[in-house]
Structure formats: C-alpha cells, structure tokens
C-alpha cells in the first residue's frame, strides 16, 4: 500500500506558534508528528509515502530531506492550499489501482494503520473511514453494522437509538474510484466527495475503534493535552515501580508570580507535579524549560536537594517532576518564636551553603537562562531598573528617571560584585521556593541559578518580605553560614558582611520591582501585601550607608 500525509494546512488554530513552524513539525517527546506517523506507516507495511506541503513547505522538504525513514519519501508542494480532497486528488499519477492510505498529521493515535488497511480490504467497498468515540466532534453518523450514513454537526445530526455517532480520525483507506468524485484543481474537502458518493448509494463503512487512543492537536490547549496523555504513564513508570496504567487525575495548582501552569498528577501508585513553561517559541535555546530541565538534573545529580525531574517534553514546555507536598517554608515558620525560626532556618542554611558550593562544580554556563552570570548589567537592568520603572514609576506614580540615580546603581553592583564570594546562586531563594517534606528542605524554582556572589542567596532568604525574620535572628543566620561556608572558602569575615549587604540592597530594589509590576501589570494583587515590609527593610538597609555614595538613593527611599 501506498500512503498520503496531509501536512499543508496553515495550523491557523496553533497560532502565534504555527508563524515560524509548521504544524507536522511540532514534537511529541523527541519526534515529530510527521516522523511519528511515516514510521507508524513503515511499520505497517507501507511500501511508500507522499506529504503534500504549502505552509512553511522548506521547513518539511528539508526535514523530510534529512530524515532517515525506512521508506520513500517524497513531497509534494501545493502553491495554492489544495484541502483534503485537492490534495488527494493532486497525487493522482502517485496512486496506482490499489487501495491507498490518507492520514492526518496532526494527530496522535495508537490505531493500527495495517488493520484499517486490511478491514476496508475484506469489506469491499469504495472507502473506509477509521472512528472513534469524542463528545467535541463525533459529527459522523453510521448504523451499528458500521455503514456511514452521514456528516453533521452534534446540533443537526438525526437523532434515533438505530444510530451512533462517532468522530472521524483523520484515517482513511480509499479505492482509486474515490478520485472520480473529486474535482480537478481545485480547494475541497474530502467530505465532499463522500456526501456525493452516499447520495449514488455507493457504502461508505466505518472502522470504529471505540477503545483506542486519539488525539486531535489542532490547537494549543488540545496539543498540551496530547502530550500530557502520551508522556504522564512514562514518567510514572519512572517514578514508580507499582504503577499500573490505571489513568490518572490533573488537578491544577495555585500558581505565584510565574507565568508557567502548575498541576498535580495523581494516579493509585502516587502523583507527580506537572510544570507547564508552555509551547516552545521561536527564540534560540536556551529558553526557560531548557533551563529548568539541565540545571534540575544536573543539581540533583550532585545530591543537592531538589525535585527529581522523571520525564520532560523540551518542544511543548512540559516537565513531570517530584511532588513535594504542600508545605513551604513560609507556612512552617509563620509566628514562630525567634528560636523556632532559628532551628528551622539552620537546615535550610546548610542547604543553601551546598547548593552553592557544590553546585557550582560542574555546573555549566550554557544552561544558564537570560544570563550566564550575575553581572553588572543583570543587577543595573533586572533589578535597579525594574525597580525604577516598575515600582517607583508604574506602582508609585512617582515623576523619578532611572539615569537620575544611576551613580548610586553603578556603586550598588560595584559593591555587589567587588565584595562578593563567587559560587553558585539560584537568585530567588525566598520561603516560597523552599518546600518542606518529612521535616526536610527542598529548592525548587531553580531555572534561574547562574555563577553569583553566594551573599546574593543568602540575603534573598533573610530579608525575605514573606516571613519577615527578625533582625537578631537575620544576623545570628548570616553568622552561621559563614561558619558553615568556612569549611569551602577562606573568607574574610568583614568584606563578606560589606558583600551581603550590598546584595541585600540590590535583592531589595528587585523584589519591590517585582511586586510592582505583578500587582499593577499582572494583576496579582496580593503582592501588595508584601510592600510595607520590603519598603521598610529596603529604608532601614539604605541608612546604614549614610554619607556614602548612595546619599541620592537613601534620600529618596526615606521619603517613601
């Protein structure tokens, strides 16, 4: 048998996604849906495949040129989008007066090529449309022998207990005599010339696979959803020894200040955590979830503590990680005595003093997202002028220029840098990313980590608005990790202290940037919160460095 891929359409519903990419490219795990279904039609026993092409066709051509496929290959460009039926009808010379294979590309299904192939040879008609049960569509209307009587949609289909009602796979094996209902040259559905050939009395027959897996990817949300289907039992698998492919639940978690989605997959043996970074765009890697994935594994391979990542999907953004439970550290220590705190911080200050010291060893720049480094233009850009615009400017309302400050920013990441012990920092280190399971501590939200001052770290968890720590127990934590930090590094305890607090002022002005721009912009407004007690610490931080250079900067925060 030979076989049509229909891979022209312009992938309208996939949209902004589809400007730079074509739909038969987009990726299930490491292949592409065009890759899935020639090699599912290699194993099936077809002896040679035509994919007809219009929307980004190069992109096709030159996958398909440099695929190794265990069959011939070949495309055939439309100038003009031909449709399902212009398309079958443009591969006329192609066929030869044996059955053929049509298949949809944007789909992803476990039906057997061969066995639609072998049941429209035993029944003998003219065309046999493989279909499946899908309240969304199921707009195709047949007896329960299988004889297709019709195509409408759910609201004008005839309604009788003699009748089922199923969805048209995208699967089709049609006699040469389908062409004759067909016009030549022009843009037509192939549902057309079925109507017609029902209305001559020819018998249309439907290869119903109610127990099979099918999914449509015309669009983002149903593309996501195929993925999450395909890849959630293999990362089970993985996780859990006793699973059994029993199904499971998506329950949707509560995000933060992230624009990624969060879920909780739960089946019998156990549940996973599902961070959704969204369909890859156009931009060159690293991007976000390439990030997430290279920094997760690598941390976790060094026996820092972090969720195990057991499967990921780079293409559509998703990774199944390590459920971790509920609790954050903002949960476990909210109105505890400052002794309370102290012993449930000390954990996490080993923690964070092998995270950057033995995290760093092997750690490798290229992974890093947005920035290899924490470097003078990260901390002017991301945090002095985010703090400018986005809090200052557009929460405040305040008439202030960045470049009216900027000698005190440049002192800023001066002193930042200048006094800084070099490591590994994961650059949000807040109560909120530290999630706390059997009493121990893990990091999570660790796509950020780059080389940095380890003070950067470490001030992001003690002036963090989310608990509020108290001062004396800020500064007896800051004395305990540079005890614990002496076992890596000579330190010289004066210039680290001088360090930290640069790093406290910069962390300062990125938190209150960040909460500004997520109240107004993202409308997330229970950052506002926050606020007084990031703007308070921000004022008490600034005047310890009275009569310095940051003079400009004290001056202004005071009046705030």
């Given amino acids: 048998m030979k076989a049509l891929v229909l891979a022209a359409g312009l992938g309208a519903r996939l949209l902004p996604h589809t400007r730079h990419l074509p739909k038969p490219l987009f990726r299930v795990g490491r292949d592409t849906l065009l890759d899935i279904q020639i090699r599912r039609l290699a194993v099936a026993g077809c002896e040679a495949v035509l994919v007809n092409t219009h929307h980004l066709a190069?992109?096709?051509?030159?996958?398909?040129?440099?695929?190794?496929?265990?069959?011939?290959?070949?495309a055939r460009f439309e100038p003009e989008i031909l449709g399902t039926g212009g398309a079958i009808k443009n591969a006329t010379d192609f066929w030869d007066d044996r059955p053929f294979l049509v298949v949809n590309s944007d789909i992803l299904t476990d039906i057997d090529p061969r066995s639609v192939y072998h049941f429209h040879?035993?029944?003998?008609?003219?065309?046999?449309?493989?279909?499946?049960p899908d309240p969304r569509f199921d707009s195709v209307?047949?007896?329960?022998?299988?004889?297709?009587?019709?195509?409408?949609?759910?609201?004008?289909?005839?309604k009788s207990r003699d009748l089922i009602h199923r969805t048209f796979t995208g699967i089709?094996?049609?006699?040469?005599?389908v062409l004759d209902f067909i016009p030549e040259g022009v843009c037509c559905n192939s549902i057309d010339a079925y109507r017609k050939m029902i209305a001559r009395g020819l018998r249309l027959t439907a290869y119903v696979a109610d127990g099979c897996e099918w999914h449509d990817l015309g669009t983002p949300e149903r593309y996501r959803n195929a993925v999450v289907n395909h890849s959630a039992p293999r990362a089970f698998r993985a996780a859990f020894s006793d699973y059994r492919e029993d199904g499971f639940q998506e329950v949707p978690l509560a995000g933060d200040g992230s624009d990624r989605r969060w879920s909780r997959l739960i089946t019998s043996a156990g549940s996973l955590i599902l961070a959704d970074h969204g369909l890859r765009g156009p931009e060159p890697p690293p991007r976000e979830v390439d990030a997430f994935i290279d920094i997760g594994r690598h941390l976790h391979r060094r026996g820092i503590p972090v969720p195990e990542i057991y499967r990921e999907d780079r293409f559509s953004g998703l990774v199944?990680?390590?459920d971790l439970g509920d609790e954050h550290l903002q949960t476990r220590v909210r109105g505890r005595r400052s002794d309370e705190m102290l012993s449930r911080y000390r954990p996490v200050i080993?923690?964070?003093i092998r995270f950057g010291m033995e995290g760093v060893e092997g750690f490798d720049s290229s992974w890093t997202w947005q920035s290899r480094s924490y470097d003078r233009s990260l901390i002017l850009e991301k945090e002095c002028r985010y703090?400018?615009?986005?809090?200052?400017?557009e929460f405040l309302g305040k008439r202030v220029r960045y470049q009216d400050f900027e000698p005190e920013f440049q002192a800023l990441a001066r002193?930042?840098?200048?006094?800084?012990?070099?490591?590994?920092?994961?650059?949000?280190?807040q109560s909120r990313n530290i999630m706390v399971r059997d009493g121990r501590c893990f990091f999570i939200d660790f796509q950020g980590a780059r080389f940095g001052p380890l003070q950067y770290d470490l001030a992001s968890l003690l002036i963090d608005p989310y608990v509020d720590l108290p001062v004396p127990v800020q500064n007896q934590l800051l004395e305990d990790y540079m005890g614990g930090l002496s076992a890596y590094l000579s330190i010289d305890p004066d210039s680290f202290r001088l360090g930290y607090d640069f790093c406290a002022l910069t962390r300062n002005l990125q938190i209150l940037g960040a909460y500004g721009y997520l109240s107004r912009v993202r409308g997330k407004t229970s950052f506002e919160t926050y606020i007084p007690t990031a703007l308070a610490g921000l004022q008490n931080r600034l005047n310890r460095f009275q009569g310095t250079e940051l003079d400009g900067l004290t001056r202004l925060v005071s009046t705030l």
Wanted: charged residues 20%; contains cysteine.
């Fill in 58 to 74: 190069d992109r096709i051509e030159a996958h398909i040129a440099a695929a190794d496929y265990p069959i011939p290959v070949a």
């Fill in 415 to 429: 002193g930042a840098l200048q006094y800084g012990a070099p490591g590994l920092i994961h650059r949000d280190m």
């Fill in 172 to 177: 089709q094996v049609l006699n040469p005599a």
């Fill in 387 to 393: 703090f400018v615009e986005a809090f200052l400017v």
């Fill in 121 to 132: 040879l035993n029944h003998g008609g003219p065309a046999t449309l493989a279909v499946c």
């Fill in 141 to 158: 209307s047949l007896t329960r022998e299988g004889k297709i009587l019709g195509f409408e949609t759910t609201d004008s289909r005839p």
């Fill in 320 to 322: 199944f990680l390590e």
């Fill in 350 to 352: 080993e923690g964070l």
